[in-house]
């Protein structure tokens, strides 16, 4: 499962996560490239443009709703309330609190 990170509206990066089930987060070559793009989180900062995790990075987890909204979205969606990867791909597409914005990539077999 994969998903497109925007900052803004602008390809920022890609998250996926692993057959192994670890995460990572990778910086578009073109956003990282450019200087004037930010960081998309202090966490994520630019100097390095691959990041891996064992766990959901804290900084999308923080994109997660909680509490009722989040059963709402689990009941809604039919989502495993364990599965935080695919809500987040499910639920940051649109209408997100501050610049980020994650749309599910679709893999073609």
Do not use: W
């Not at 909680?66 to 689990?74: A, L, P, T």
């Amino acid at each position: 499962m994969r998903g497109a990170v925007y900052y803004n509206g602008l390809l920022a990066g890609l998250l996926e996560k692993t057959a192994s089930g670890a995460y990572r987060f990778v910086y578009d070559d073109l956003y990282f490239a450019n200087n004037a793009f930010p960081s998309i989180s202090l966490t994520l900062y630019k100097n390095t443009q691959e990041f891996i995790s064992d766990h959901l990075f804290a900084f999308f987890y923080g994109l997660l709703s909680e509490g009722v909204n989040k059963d709402i979205q689990c009941r809604l969606l039919k989502i495993d309330e364990a599965d935080d990867f695919t809500r987040l791909l499910q639920t940051t597409g649109i209408d997100t609190v501050g610049a980020i914005t994650i749309k599910p990539i679709v893999d073609v077999v």
